[in-house]
């Protein structure tokens, strides 16, 4: 029996080549302690969308200490077994299924991995019928940080970035960064967000959903460069467009934050906080910090040392963060002096000011080092920063060669974790957003193996279609329309 289009595939699977057929109406019980109720609700919608819009799901919360929860026609209980060494187990059998876990989020992934095996045989009124195959799952993940930087730009639709959180959490990633491109609505100061920024209920569905899937939402305001919170390329200012009576916060070119200013500093807190208080629970907040061109050029500058007042901001924000429980993830480009590094992205300064911001900087903070087209095996500039004693996280974009030389460096030197990036391609690049998943779950010996080809986007197709049913064509797919990604 073959079992294509499993994405990511589980690490161990034993089959009997025979299936389970069941009808329309099925009982889940889980234990309360690792379910919530609105979790337990968008679980019995997935389940609906999964079964071609027939199947019902009723769940029922009970009280017990077993980490199991079975699936079946009647209200059984699970038995006294435990998933082990494994991320989860999932047994399947003539008349259940059972799941097996550790807590919130690895119940959330066996759930999942159930959904995707589930097919509809028939939707015929009384007469409906679906399968799932018959035997063991067995899986973990070869990377525990599994990262999602997900952008949020004023054309993406709220629609569309709900179903891209669904189906992150569908397929297994731990932490998504959201980061808001003038869409997040503050109230410090409503310039920094336009006019059609996300509302707060939103932003709470998105975060609501991202943790039913045991998936931590991870803000990001970017204080250091990219202060526009648009791309460069295109000339647009978020908030400068809107009010330009703000210029003070910005160096002249407006690419920059003004860091000479003390009142960069206050705003930029008020604004993180609004942020934390939106998007829910958790332990990390990107702060940015990649790609400051001309850092300084300004005369707020003159006679004053630049670097210090850079290496004092960030780690006073990463101080304001762990005063809110919050570890900082940071991009790395500039601490990585740009002709050190021989075919890697480093946008540093000098040898000398990198060695200084190294040195001066909270080592508590998490790099990130994106690297989207290095072709050296080593990495060496993961291993840089790790032996500068920092926790570091590797970063690849959309070349799979270089996705592959990220991910076998994570495993080899243990890094704290792996990051997919997708950006504005993930309009016309899609298969970016399930291959980050599919690389730190599946490990580079499997992932390698991997065909992202046509019949994986028409599997990831299907994934993103039942996360969620939608009514305008508009909101269907990936892009607005059938003719033009934006």
Known sequence: MKFSGIYPEPEHMEMTGKEWVFSRNMILNVPAKYSDC???KLFAELYANFTGGTGKLKINRIVTDVPAAVLSADCRLPDSVTAGEWEYTIRIENEKAELSFHDKPSFAHA????????????TKRGKEAFTLPIGRIEDIPAIRFRGLHLCVFPES???RTRKFVRLAG?????????????MFPYKTNKAFGRKNAYSPRWIRQLTQDAA???????????IYGHASQCRIKNGKHAVLEQNPRLAPYFETNGWNWNLANPDTEVLQKKLIVELLDACGEGRYFAIGCDEAYNYAADRAYAGKDETQILIDHINAIARFLKSEGRTPIMWADMLLGRDCFTGC???????????????GLDKNIILADWQYWTKDESLPTSRFL??????VITVPYDDRETSMICLKNTEKYH????????WHTIYSDFYLLPAGAIYAWNGSRKASETDFDDGMRAQIARYLRCTMRVKRYEDEGIAARELECF
């Open 38 to 40: 609105k979790q337990m």
């Open 111 to 122: 759930f999942s991995t159930l959904l995707k095996f589930l097919q509809v045989r028939s």
């Open 157 to 159: 639709g709220f629609i």
């Open 170 to 182: 569908l397929l297994g990633y731990s932490h998504i960064v959201l980061e808001f491109w003038g």
């Open 212 to 222: 039913a899937f045991g998936t931590e939402i991870i803000p990001m305001l970017n």
């Open 345 to 359: 992205t480093a946008n540093g300064a000098s040898r000398e000011i990198c060695e200084r911001l190294l040195s």
């Open 386 to 391: 790790s032996e500068k004693g920092f926790r």
């Open 415 to 422: 890094y704290f974790g792996f990051m997919q990036t997708t």
